[in-house]
């Protein structure tokens, strides 16, 4: 692609890729040990680089070919992360961020065995017809609300608007829900919180 048809790309398409490079490699960076001022042009640059043509083809056009695009949630988890960086937002507790990464790990192991052929059950199938889907996030939603959960609430909400939307070229409602690199890392961070401690504990005993 030349760097005319990347500039002829509708941004339609292109806002995705252009903010999952940036914040990707925001954060990434070891950008928390400059002043925030430097880490706003430091942001606003990865920005502009994601989109300058670099032997014939923009960096997120080409980040976009390996990994195609991720899930609403998982570009809303980046961005959520670069401002808890700049210092504009809290982490969250470390409880609701838990109970996200349960949620996250339980939505991958439903959905990525099928792929694998280890199920005769492919629930991917029931994101072009999402109904039923759509209430069970919907209720989902709900607990994490009773549970004062926002995070939780504003991602499965903004991923649901935006499957109204037809933000993305995808009209399954999984692809907006969950993707193998948000699916692995929920599954890591559990591994890392739960299992690794023990293991670590054990070998001091021994």
């Given amino acids: ?37 430097w880490q706003f042009a430091l942001l606003g640059g990865l920005g502009a680089l ?23 949630t998982t570009v809303l988890v980046l961005s959520l992360a670069t401002l808890v960086r700049l210092q504009l937002l809290s982490s969250p507790p470390q409880l609701q961020q838990t109970e996200l990464l349960w949620i996250f790990a339980a939505l991958a192991l439903i959905l990525y065995p ?17 109904r039923p889907l759509l209430v069970v996030m919907g209720l989902l939603s709900l607990v994490l609300l009773w549970r004062r959960n926002l995070i939780g609430v504003l991602l499965f909400s903004v991923a649901t608007l935006s499957f109204s939307l037809e933000l993305k070229q995808s009209e399954n409602y999984w692809d907006y829900l969950i993707d193998a690199g948000l699916g692995t890392w929920a599954i890591i961070a559990l591994l890392m919180r739960s299992g690794l401690p023990i293991i670590a504990a054990r070998y001091r005993k021994a």
């Fill in 50 to 72: 994601a989109l300058m043509p670099i032997n014939g083809i923009a960096p997120a056009i080409y980040l976009r070919s390996v990994i195609d695009d991720l899930a609403i």
């Fill in 1 to 37: 692609m030349t760097g005319i048809d990347t500039l002829a790309v509708p941004w339609s398409t292109l806002w995705q890729p252009t903010l999952t490079f940036a914040t990707l490699c925001f954060l990434v960076l070891p950008s928390h040990r400059v002043a925030r001022r």
């Fill in 114 to 130: 099928a792929s694998l052929g280890l199920t005769y059950f492919d629930p991917y199938r029931l994101g072009y017809a999402p």
